[in-house]
Every structure is written in C-alpha cells, then in structure tokens.
C-alpha cells in the first residue's frame, strides 16, 4: 500500500524537523548578524519574522548585502572626491 505513513516514517519526523530547525536557524543567525551590522533595519525586520527554511537568509548573505556595500562603497568614494576637491 503506497501512500500510507509507516511507524518507521513516524518515528523520523523529529530528527528531520530538527535538523530543518538547525539549519535555519544557522542561516537566520547570519543573516540577522550581517543585517544588523550594515544597518539595513528593513531586511532585519523581514529576516526576523519571514521563515523560509534559511532561503531568504542565503539570498541576502550573498546576494543583498553586497548589493548595499556597494552602494554604501560608492558614496564613501564620492564624499572623498567632493573633499579632495573643496
């Protein structure tokens, strides 16, 4: 009988969920951490209560964040232009 929930099955449920728990939690650590140190409060706020199983967590580790240090780089190398300048 395909389809039915075996006590085997059952009994690793906790291990799996456990293991899904970990490894989110991993991912929303980091990407908490790096939010809050760029200073990008609304991706903070996102990452604290969207759970995605750690998918929104990666895309901002390596895909949002850069993103914003380079912009943030940017305006850092024009203020010194606009110095050197005056």
Same mark, same amino acid.
């Given at each position: *009988?395909?389809? $039915?929930?075996?006590?085997?099955? $059952?009994?690793?449920?906790?291990?799996?969920? %456990? !293991?899904? #728990?970990?490894?989110? !939690? $991993?991912?929303?650590?980091? +990407?908490?951490?790096? +939010? +809050?140190?760029?200073?990008?409060?609304?991706?903070? #706020?996102?990452?604290?209560? $969207?759970?995605?199983?750690?998918?929104?967590?990666?895309?901002? !580790?390596?895909?949002?964040?850069? *993103?914003?240090?380079?912009?943030?780089?940017? %305006?850092?190398?024009?203020?010194?232009?606009?110095?050197?300048?005056?």
């Amino acid at each position: *009988m395909n389809g $039915i929930v075996t006590p085997s099955a $059952i009994s690793l449920f906790p291990v799996h969920s %456990a !293991l899904l #728990i970990f490894w989110s !939690l $991993i991912w929303k650590g980091f +990407a908490l951490w790096r +939010a +809050a140190q760029n200073g990008d409060r609304p991706w903070f #706020i996102v990452l604290l209560f $969207i759970n995605t199983l750690g998918v929104l967590d990666i895309l901002y !580790l390596f895909v949002f964040s850069k *993103m914003g240090a380079q912009k943030a780089s940017k %305006a850092v190398q024009e203020q010194q232009q606009q110095r050197q300048q005056q």
